[in-house]
């Protein structure tokens, strides 16, 4: 059985269907689903995964839809939606790079959204909202800063690596030296932030995710063709139409806006952009950015993730950023010594 399908529509339209990832897509949706149902029944007042499906449907009883609603069920979304952010951007920046370490951990995004939100919390002891718009910000700063630092004639994948593991470098010292001229509870405040958590997550950070997702997600999208054109390198892409230096740039501003918001909704939550690309490519053995499949395996990866980090040491004894952290370092340490085999790096 073959893995792609040709399918013609009635107006002479011809798509290719590839009937794994598909398959790989709804697997993906259910385990997050799944993960999703188990989760919002886990914490100080465990609900069964009936009763959870129950009280989303409006059946429970007053005690069940306050905890389901009010409480769980925005920390689910949460997650679902910065996995989901995460998985995305990191797809687009490994296929721009086209270099497997090509994500917002390794290039700096996470460390300069993360001192943007030290500069708030030591310098003016924002609330919480302004931590996330300064998270926002520096983010947003720092992947301005590597696109221009890393331009010569165009942005090349490997300069755009190198590039930006210097600047994570140079943030990561601010974000230290941010971090010694803190008082000791804004320090404690800072190192919470820093670990990636997803408690005490409510309806504030759901809306503004949502709504950025609702608008970059069809955007990439529409422009996964160019993308996956450029892939074979610039000349090939030039040839067939695909205005790459437009194409890549407004890709390169969707994945830094992406990573940004997730990790001002959450803390830098680290590996899952990372991980999650690298992962969809091998359940789907397709060429090309797997979009879909990365966003699906980065919510899936990271509800479940939260729902481990519960059940090992009890609700919010362990922060998710601690659980993505082990095991993106442990596939990290194995994705280089997989390149170094093959002669890559």
Request: proline share 4%.
């Amino acid at each position: 059985m073959k893995s792609n399908r040709a399918l013609r529509t009635p107006g002479g339209l011809s798509v290719r269907l590839d009937v794994r990832s598909l398959v790989v897509v709804l697997l993906l949706l259910l385990a997050a689903l799944a993960a999703s149902v188990l989760l919002i029944g886990t914490g100080d007042f465990p609900i069964s995964a009936g009763d959870v499906l129950k009280t989303l449907l409006g059946n429970g009883d007053a005690g069940q839809q306050f905890i389901v609603n009010e409480l769980r069920l925005p920390r689910v979304l949460v997650a679902l939606l910065v996995g989901a952010s995460l998985g995305l951007g990191g797809a687009l920046f490994q296929s721009i790079s086209r270099n497997p370490l090509g994500s917002p951990d390794v290039l700096g995004l996470g460390q300069g959204a993360t001192a943007g939100a030290l500069v708030v919390i030591v310098l003016f002891s924002g609330d919480a909202g302004a931590v996330t718009a300064g998270a926002l910000v520096g983010g947003l700063a720092t992947g301005l800063a590597i696109y221009l630092l890393a331009w010569k004639q165009g942005v090349h994948g490997y300069r755009l690596v190198l590039v930006g593991i210097g600047v994570s470098a140079v943030v990561t010292a601010v974000n230290g030296y941010l971090l010694t001229k803190a008082d000791i509870v804004d320090a404690a405040r800072a190192v919470v932030w820093m670990t990636g958590s997803l408690s005490g997550r409510d309806w504030d950070q759901v809306w503004p995710l949502l709504a950025l997702s609702a608008v970059l997600v069809p955007l990439v999208l529409a422009n996964g063709r160019g993308l996956r054109m450029m892939e074979m390198g610039d000349d090939v892409s030039y040839a067939l139409g695909v205005r790459v230096e437009r194409v890549r740039m407004l890709l390169l501003v969707a994945a830094v806006l992406l990573t940004a918001a997730a990790t001002a909704a959450a803390g830098p939550v680290g590996f899952v952009a990372l991980t999650a690309p690298q992962l969809a490519r091998r359940l789907t053995r397709s060429p090309g950015p797997n979009l879909v499949p990365s966003l699906c395996m980065g919510a899936a990866l990271l509800v479940t993730a939260d729902w481990v980090s519960q059940r090992l040491l009890g609700a919010d004894q362990l922060p998710v950023g601690v659980v993505t952290g082990v095991l993106g370092g442990v596939y990290l340490l194995w994705l280089l010594v997989t390149e170094r085999r093959a002669g890559r790096i």
